[in-house]
């Protein structure tokens, strides 16, 4: 079965300072993974995803996640925080099911907390 | 537009009481989702809709069932809950052409409170 885990529940920056979010997964096959954002009070906003191709997948909102095989990983960057930023962030990786339908995994969260 | 909406916002209940959920979408999308977010907690699969017709049932308790209607409305029908039933209800939608990689793009959830 298909896994990710997030390292940190909470991470904290200044204002202007690079984001990164960790993402390491467990995969049988070739994986599919995801990052979504959830501000406080609503739902879940897909910030990009990688499925083949270039392992540099570029996002919204100046966020980018680079794809490494070799340390089973996906974490999440960005070179300046801003305020706005201040979310839940949500790893995910698609798993298959029977019949060809398909599951969303989600790690457990991060919390970014942005001080000014 | 990708959008999907969900109504109501907010659902207060009572044990005895039966309620529905109400998610719609107008992307042509073939595959709808229920997930249950629990506070600080991700969210967790419940149903599968694809094509109309329900696929994936994650062992859900028979007091939520879910009905899709057409292929741009899904309701969760809501009968003798717990209070342990109380969190965030997410739909979520998908093209149901591209298998695995396809993204699934969710509304803003419903934030249910059983008492």
């Known amino acids: 079965a298909q896994s990710v885990t997030q390292l940190g529940s909470h991470v904290s920056v200044s204002e202007g300072a690079l984001v990164l979010l960790r993402c390491n997964y467990s995969?049988?096959?070739?994986?599919?993974l995801f990052w979504y954002v959830q501000y406080p009070n609503q739902g879940l906003q897909l910030l990009l995803k990688?499925?083949?191709?270039?392992?540099l997948v570029k996002g919204i909102n100046g966020f980018e996640a680079e794809f490494k095989k070799s340390e089973t990983s996906f974490h999440l960057t960005k070179p300046s925080a801003h305020m706005s930023d201040a979310a839940e962030y949500f790893c995910?990786?698609?798993?298959?099911?029977?019949?060809?339908?398909?599951?969303?995994?989600f790690g457990t969260g991060t919390r970014l907390l942005v001080s000014p | 537009d990708t959008e999907v909406t969900q109504t109501p916002k907010h659902l207060v209940m009572g044990m005895t009481n039966k309620k529905s959920l109400k998610c719609e979408q107008h992307?042509?999308?073939?595959?709808m989702y229920w997930y249950k977010q629990k506070a600080k907690k991700p969210p967790e699969l419940m149903f599968v809709?694809?094509?109309?017709?329900?696929?994936i049932n994650e062992s859900v308790p028979s007091r939520f069932s879910p009905e899709c209607p057409n292929s741009s409305l899904l309701n969760l029908h809501l009968h003798a809950l717990q209070p342990e039933d109380s969190a965030l209800y997410l739909c979520?939608?998908?093209?149901?052409?591209?298998?695995?990689?396809?993204?699934?793009?969710f509304g803003p959830g419903t934030r249910l409170l059983v008492l």
């Open positions: 992307m042509g999308h073939r595959a």
């Open positions: 979520a939608s998908s093209p149901r052409t591209s298998g695995s990689q396809e993204t699934q793009y």
């Open positions: 990688y499925t083949t191709g270039a392992t």
């Open positions: 995969s049988s096959v070739p994986p599919y």
């Open positions: 809709y694809s094509y109309e017709k329900l696929s």
């Open positions: 995910a990786i698609s798993q298959p099911m029977n019949t060809g339908f398909q599951k969303l995994v």
